[in-house]
Nanobody
Framework: QVQLVESGGGLVQAGGSLRLYCAASGSIVSINAMGWYRQAPGKQRELVAV???????NYADSVKGRFTISRDNAKNTVYLQMNSLKTEDTAAYYC????????????????WGQGTQVTVSS
């Protein structure tokens, strides 16, 4: 079984910064892509940023230039540096691992973390 554990959320004033962490554990052979999604109350979950094992990144337009995603493949860990936070960034942030190969299993799987709350006050 694979688990994703997030940390780093919290309460911050607008204009401030936070750094989110997500570590994947278990009998992992490889992870194709890792990313962050967020979901605000009453809204659908949306992509924030994703990074492949090769380092290619993709960001939501709303966070470009403010957020930076990075990854440590050896540690199966992904980070999200969030700067110049805005009140509209308030949401639960979820870590996602895509196309995960697991020891002893024939297919690739997707996994989600439990989420970490980010609240930006004005």
């Amino acid at each position: 079984q694979v688990q994703l554990v997030e940390s780093g959320g919290g309460l911050v004033q607008a204009g401030g910064s936070l750094r989110l962490y997500c570590a994947a554990s278990g009998s992992i052979v490889s992870i194709n892509a890792m990313g962050w999604y967020r979901q605000a109350p009453g809204k659908q979950r949306e992509l924030v940023a994703v990074i492949t094992s090769g380092g290619n990144t993709n960001y939501a337009d709303s966070v470009k230039g403010r957020f930076t995603i990075s990854r440590d493949n050896a540690k199966n860990t992904v980070y999200l540096q969030m700067n110049s936070l805005k009140t509209e960034d308030t949401a639960a942030y979820y870590c996602n691992a895509q196309r995960v190969r697991v020891v002893g299993l024939p297919y690739e799987y997707n996994y989600w973390g439990q989420g970490t709350q980010v609240t930006v006050s004005s």
